[in-house]
């Protein structure tokens, strides 16, 4: 009997074992705010069975051992063990690991608690940033990072990456460049290169505490990007496709053939002479009924789409054990552009626009031992941009779109009566506007394609058996880059103009009467190499749960070669200690000492220190004791100096010597065929005192966190002084006869401020947060070493950085005024031409007159506001952005009547009839008079770029659970977002029909800036 119930009790506990081990468990995983995407479920006791929670927090699980038990674990929350013996579904609740959650703020080389650190930083998630869907990470970033500033000058395929700016611009030339950093190493690419999709955080650090570390190129400001890591657990695929669909901006907007008419009749009536169209041209062009003879072509919707398509497709496979894990990426963007095409069977070639990029990522990590880790990472690009070969005016259709001399309404027709291109020898058309549907259909293209390979090998040993908190690390990276070009071109095609009054044809070019071959061009480009070594040593300890102490010692080289060019070479050395005590008071030391051979060797190298110091109030006893609610309430301040690496492949220190060809004839008479040899002449002289740019920054920073994380706000007060920039001497007149080299002469001084005010909370399942941000950075040129100017009012020191000289407006000159203002002295002035101040009081407008205008084309003040909420499943998001104090000043074929194409402004010129209009008087041409945006740069035609743009929205929803299921899928989200959709002028009128952030000062049309509609499914396998 007793062996009977010992063999039944035997069967039943392997029965219920067995039943244990194919059971299927599911759930959720959340905290008190809601569910947890990317939460780690693992059986106990089977490390290689696991699960992770998709992006509604829920899992599913098939058990493989016995404890029916699993393990939830993710970054910032205690781990908890969760038993399935009696169920197979839980809801679960994580709780805030309160020192975990701080370590998420990525700082150079490591990171560090929010709550510990002593910089200045500003930190997004790689979720965040793929809310907006344009093709360029810089271009997702503005308003959302205070500090963070950009100009998104382009919106071509492959070209409309933004340039952008850490704290203001710091440069005589305009140029800023900001050091990117990817896993602690210098990224060799552009950073519009970089996918999105394999983004975990972007951070940027701000003041001399963060980037000292980093010496002689921090004084730009850092972009530190970490890339998304594979975690314990199952492989989780997920796949993310991506349609949007594009459209300018601001839409193009010109006359038709009537309205240009009879404002040029206007024009030369304005100007005393005799009318250009008569009656019954007029009436043609308004009728249309002489097509051929008065055409009326809008060329805009002749030549452009309405929309064009942008696809993304990526594809993400993570997963692995706590021996190795790993992340896999892979990734296809395309833009295609907004020309029509035009191709035929003949012509068998694409005349658009467009860009495609393959993006490529592996990172794998691999506990070798219990105390050595190994990581491979190998990453990826390739890329191919596609432009269309129309000859014209710069290759450029959009310059065309905007010049009457190229692409007047009444130009020419597209096609004749019998079908061939249409075309107009007339004197009034510039020589190469010939027709351009024909150059569309029929020139080809220019296509270039680019490649760039990183790989990273990294060793990291646990140095615990000589003293716990001891690591070193090693890094060696090697990268190459590399492009090359193919066009397949023709210069010519037939077209012919066709006489409508006796229908008679001719050829356009009489030398082309039948269609060229094409011609092929194949050219390579130099291959870029860049091996990178870095080790350091790093210590990290607490000692009592008292005394936190942290230390790094890094030695980092590169040596870059660009092809057959001359290498680069860098050295820098990196230290960090800091310590806190209890969190309370906290204080570091950071110091890179770098070098560079571009230098004579004595200035090779220099050392970057930096001190900051913190102290949390909201640790000390007495905050405690009689404050509650405030978990934070850290004051910070930092004082360094850090330098600035010059952007130049050259020994700047040389002298320069020029070969001048055929300079020297050794024949009685100079020729061209052999008598002539080449010369040498001097260059630049020599300067062996170059050095670094240099840059003292300080900061005071304050941080609260209050109500358990609802409410969380930062301020910092910024002082920057940028000191021996490297400029070429101004004050140097052109008379010495030399050309002086370039030196460290010029100074300027950056301040500003920056808060950033966050507020989440949840109602039940309903979840909000609001974050608002304002950044100011108003930089003031301190040395110049400019000339001495005729006019005190005319220097730059003392002023704003980027601000032009220009003539102050006075409104226009009347019939009742013209006679008692003053005039440009030469220059004939009738009602309705723009009047000046004359500043200098001699009577006449002259150079003298002009000022420094108050404002530059780069904002000082940028508001950021981004809103969320959740319910269930659904989430909406917008993120609003503003850019103030800033012009924007166009000419010649973007604003000059009768250069360029009229448009709806130009119907408001001035008359009497019209005194208070918003352009001059109209005339056959304003180049070289008073109304010349160029000769005559005034206020009145740098208009303030002031605007609020609705940069970033979407609107998204994760299928629930019971749907997913019966799909054997974990995760369904359907969304849909856009970029750059809505734009308002706060200030000024729009009078250049252009998108505010565009190229100030420029008379040559862009790639118009692009908005996206977008519409995106994401799969979680």
Do not use: C
């Not at 062009?285 to 942008?310: C, M």
């Not at 790993?326 to 860009?355: C, E, R």
């Not at 020139?443 to 990291?460: P, Q």
């Not at 930089?779 to 730059?796: H, K, L, N």
């Amino acid at each position: 009997m007793k062996k009977y119930l010992l063999s039944l009790t035997l069967y039943a506990l392997a029965v219920v074992l067995a039943m244990g081990q194919g059971k299927t468990i599911s759930g959720t995983v959340s905290d008190k705010t809601g569910p947890l995407p990317g939460a780690s479920i693992v059986e106990k006791g089977q490390p290689t069975n696991g699960a992770m929670t998709d992006i509604e927090g829920r899992f599913k699980l098939v058990l493989k051992g016995n404890s029916q038990t699993v393990v939830v674990s993710m970054i910032g929350y205690l781990t908890k063990e969760v038993s399935f013996a009696s169920k197979a579904s839980v809801a679960i609740e994580l709780k805030e690991d309160a020192a975990a959650l701080e370590e998420v703020v990525v700082v150079g080389y490591g990171t560090q608690k929010r709550a510990n650190v002593t910089g200045a930083v500003a930190q997004i998630s790689g979720a965040e940033i793929r809310q907006n869907p344009s093709a360029s990470v810089q271009n997702t970033l503005m308003g959302r990072l205070p500090g963070f500033t950009s100009q998104q000058r382009s919106g071509q395929p492959g070209s409309d990456a933004a340039t952008f700016n850490i704290r203001g611009a710091n440069s005589y030339t305009g140029t800023v460049n900001p050091l990117v950093i990817v896993d602690d190493m210098e990224y060799p690419f552009a950073l519009s290169e970089l996918d999105a999709d394999q983004i975990e955080s972007i951070t940027i650090l701000k003041d001399a505490a963060t980037t000292a570390i980093y010496g002689l190129k921090g004084a730009d400001g850092v972009v530190l990007i970490t890339t998304r890591r594979g975690k314990a657990g199952k492989p989780q695929i997920s796949f993310r496709t991506e349609t949007g669909f594009q459209s300018p901006t601001v839409p193009f907007d010109f006359l038709n053939s009537y309205q240009v008419a009879t404002l040029r009749n206007q024009a030369l009536a304005n100007d005393g002479k005799p009318a250009r169209y008569s009656q019954e041209d007029l009436d043609h062009f308004k009728n249309g009924t002489d097509p051929y003879g008065h055409p009326d072509v809008n060329w805009a919707e002749t030549i452009l789409r309405d929309y064009s398509i942008q696809t993304r497709n990526n594809l993400n496979i993570s997963g692995g054990t706590e021996k190795a894990k790993y992340f896999v990426s892979v990734g296809h963007l395309f833009q295609n552009g907004i020309m029509k095409d035009f191709s035929t069977k003949a012509s068998d070639f694409n005349s658009n626009y467009y860009y495609q990029r393959y993006n490529f990522r592996s990172n794998i990590d691999i506990k070798a031992t219990k105390n050595l880790s190994l990581g491979l990472d190998l990453s990826g690009y390739f890329g191919e941009q596609n432009n269309p070969w129309l000859r014209g005016t710069a290759n450029n259709p959009f310059y065309e779109l905007y010049d009457y001399m190229r692409l007047p309404p009444m130009g020419y027709p597209v096609y004749n009566p019998d079908g061939s291109f249409g075309g107009n020898n007339s004197g009034e058309l510039a020589r190469l506007a010939y027709n351009m549907v024909g150059r569309m259909t029929h020139l080809g293209y220019r296509r270039n394609y680019e490649t760039g390979i990183w790989t990273n090998v990294t060793v990291k040993q646990d140095l615990a058996s000589i003293t716990k908190g001891l690591s070193a690390r090693a890094v060696f990276g090697y990268n190459v880059a590399n492009n090359f070009t193919r066009n397949m071109e023709r210069d010519a095609f037939p077209s012919f103009v066709y006489n409508s009054s006796d229908g008679s044809y001719s050829l356009f070019d009489p030398a082309t009467e039948r269609l060229p071959i094409m011609k092929l061009a194949y050219s390579t480009g130099p291959m870029n190499r860049r091996i990178t070594f870095q080790a350091n040593l790093s210590y990290d300890r607490t000692f009592n749960q008292t005394h936190h102490v942290y230390a790094l010692a890094l030695s980092n080289m590169y040596t870059r070669t660009p092809g057959a060019g001359l290498p680069e070479n860098f050295r820098g050395y990196t230290f960090r200690v800091g310590y806190d005590y209890k969190g309370r008071y906290l204080a570091e030391v950071n110091a890179g000492y770098n070098g560079s051979d571009k230098f004579v060797t004595q200035e090779r190298y220099t050392l970057f220190p930096a001190a900051s110091i913190g102290w949390n109030i909201a640790e000390e006893p007495f905050f405690k004791d009689k404050i509650g609610g405030i978990s934070l309430l850290k004051i910070r301040a930092s004082h360094g100096l850090v330098g600035k690496d010059p952007q130049t492949d050259k020994y700047i220190f040389e002298q320069v010597y020029n070969e001048v060809a055929g300079v020297y004839s050794f024949g009685e008479v100079a020729s061209s065929t052999g008598n002539n040899a080449s010369g040498v002449r001097e260059g630049e002289l020599e300067n062996l005192n170059v050095r670094w740019e240099l840059e003292q920054s300080s900061n005071i920073g304050l941080d609260i966190d209050a109500f358990n994380g609802k409410l969380k706000a930062s301020a910092d007060f910024f002082r920057r002084y940028r000191y021996d920039i490297l400029r070429v001497r101004q004050s140097i007149p052109a008379y010495a006869g030399v050309a002086f080299p370039i030196a460290n002469y010029a100074s300027i001084k950056t301040r500003g401020f920056e808060v950033d005010v966050t507020h989440r909370h949840n109602i039940g399942e309903f979840s909000y947060s609001v974050n608002a941000n304002v950044s100011v950075a108003r930089s003031i040129i301190v040395e110049a070493d400019e000339a001495v100017p005729e006019m005190a009012y005319q220097a730059q020191t003392g002023g704003y950085l980027g601000r032009v000289l220009g003539y102050v407006s006075d409104g226009f000159y009347t019939a009742e005024n013209i006679d008692s203002s003053p005039k440009p002295s030469g220059k004939a002035v009738g009602p309705g031409d723009l009047r000046y101040k004359d500043l200098d009081g001699d009577g006449v407008i002259t150079p003298k007159d002009r000022t420094r205008l108050d404002y530059p084309n780069l904002p000082n003040t940028i508001y950021g506001l981004n809103l969320g909420v959740a319910y269930k499943g659904f989430s909406m998001s917008a993120n609003f952005q503003a850019a103030t104090n800033f012009t924007l000043r166009a000419i010649s074929t973007q604003i000059v009547p009768f250069v360029s194409n009229l448009r709806q402004i130009h119907l408001d010129t001035w008359t009497p009839e019209n005194p208070n209009a918003s352009l001059p008087r109209i005339l056959p041409n304003w180049i070289g008079t008073v109304n010349d945006p160029n000769t005559y740069v005034s206020d009145f035609w740098n208009r303030r770029g002031d605007y609020l743009r609705l940069r970033t929205a979407e609107f998204a929803y994760a299928l629930p659970s019971h749907i997913v299921t019966r799909l054997h899928l974990q995760g369904i989200r359907v969304y849909a977002n856009g970029s750059n959709l809505f734009t308002w002028m706060l200030v000024d009128k729009n009078i250049y029909n252009l998108d505010p952030e565009s190229a100030s000062g420029s008379g040559i049309a862009t790639y118009p800036q692009q908005k996206i509609w977008n519409f995106g499914l994401h799969l979680t396998f």
